[in-house]
């Protein structure tokens, strides 16, 4: 049962352009969400994150969007520049759950 | 930022035997460890939760005898896969929570290893 789920496994984008990575939920306990990058031969590491009661987190140039009756959450990264390329994994937890449900990952690739 | 080591990044055994893995946390104190799975194509499974001093916590249809964990100190935790077999041959990640001072430590202090790939012959 994959509560977090990532339909699309690979994005290509051109740099200066937006990429825009999706991410669904079943779960409807969910009340966090994060995004994680992670590059090859390293473990993930934190990006950003949005709690329940927001609909939008912005740093830089990463938003995330969170649409709660939809179960839709969606990174937004402008500009995109090549150094963004590697694998987006969405993740989701709720208050009092120590555990983080992770999606399937999609691999983003900025080309130049 | 925080760094936790996982150790060693790739490991290829023979089928039977058991294989040790590490995560240390290198500059903090982790409350909790937990160990994750990914079989290609699918998403971080989490095995396994481990706080310091006291047993881990297995996730539904993980066997606990199979894959043994220890977390001694606050530094330090080791996953064991004893007697593996070709089926166990899997990404292995760890991930390490900063001892945090307010009620809960929030996921964003949640730091992981680089992951060891384990191919069992």
């Known amino acids: 049962d994959q509560q977090v789920k990532q339909n699309s496994p690979s994005l290509s984008v051109q740099e200066g352009r937006i990429s825009i990575l999706n991410c669904d939920y079943t779960?409807?306990?969910?009340?966090?969400f994060l995004w994680y990058k992670k590059y090859p031969a390293e473990g993930p590491t934190f990006l950003i994150s949005?709690?329940?009661?927001?609909d939008k987190n912005e740093d830089g140039r990463f938003t995330v969007f969170l649409n709660k009756s939809a179960k839709h959450l969606s990174l937004h990264i402008v500009p995109s520049q090549p150094g963004d390329s590697a694998v987006y994994f969405c993740?989701?937890?709720?208050?009092?759950?120590?555990?983080?449900?992770f999606g399937t990952g999609t691999r983003l690739l900025v080309s130049p | 930022g925080a760094v936790v080591s996982q150790h060693p990044s790739r490991v290829i055994c023979k089928s039977g035997t058991s294989v040790k893995i590490e995560c240390r946390s290198l500059?903090?104190?982790?409350?909790?460890m937990f160990w994750y799975r990914q079989f290609p194509k699918q998403s971080l499974m989490l095995m396994a939760t481990?706080?310091?001093?006291?047993?881990?916590?297995?996730e539904q249809g993980v066997e606990k005898d199979k894959f043994l964990i220890n977390h001694a100190s606050l530094t330090l935790s080791t996953l064991t896969v004893t007697s593996a077999h070709p089926e166990d041959s899997s990404f292995y990640i760890c991930?390490?929570?900063?001892?945090?001072?307010?009620?809960?430590?929030?996921?964003?202090?949640?730091?992981f290893g680089s992951g060891t790939q384990l191919s069992v012959l």
């Open positions: 481990s706080n310091e001093g006291s047993k881990a916590t297995y």
């Open positions: 500059d903090f104190q982790a409350t909790t």
């Open positions: 779960n409807s306990m969910f009340d966090y």
């Open positions: 993740a989701a937890s709720y208050t009092g759950f120590q555990k983080l449900v």
């Open positions: 949005i709690s329940s009661i927001k």
């Open positions: 991930s390490a929570r900063m001892r945090d001072r307010g009620v809960s430590a929030t996921n964003e202090k949640l730091f």
